[in-house]
């Protein structure tokens, strides 16, 4: 199982950028999708999650100017970042619950992670 992000990208204070992640490989099911950060000298921090019924979560930092959807269809998960700020910039990294076959057909649970993707907020 791999996830995909991409999406990153240097824009200026109070653009807007629009993340995605693509899960591939035998999966059965994906429960939480999860967006994380990390900024130079900082811990990793969720920024959002959203279940697979859809419920979601934020960060205070983020609330009402982000907007984490999934495709359930699709096995993808995006985040919707507006009136971005300095303090936004990080290497945001998606994660999820995934339940995939193994190579004998066995279903097993693995929290991944994809690669992470820059974000870069300046003037």
């Known amino acids: 199982v791999q996830l995909q992000a991409s999406g990153g990208g240097l824009v200026g204070p109070g653009g807007s950028l629009r993340l995605s992640c693509a899960a591939s490989g035998r999966v059965a099911s994906i429960n939480a999708m999860d967006w994380y950060r990390q900024a130079p000298g900082k811990q990793r921090e969720l920024v959002a999650r959203?279940?697979?019924?859809?419920?979601?979560v934020y960060a205070d930092s983020v609330k009402g100017r982000f907007t984490i959807s999934r495709d359930n269809a699709k096995n993808t998960v995006s985040l919707q970042m507006n009136s971005l700020k300095t303090e936004d910039t990080a290497v945001y990294y998606c994660?999820?619950?995934?339940?995939?076959?193994?190579?004998?057909?066995?279903?097993?649970?693995?929290?991944?992670w994809g690669q992470g993707t820059q974000v870069t907020v300046s003037s």
């Open positions: 959203i279940t697979s019924g859809g419920s979601s």
């Open positions: 994660s999820a619950d995934v339940l995939y076959y193994n190579d004998g057909g066995e279903p097993v649970a693995l929290r991944a």
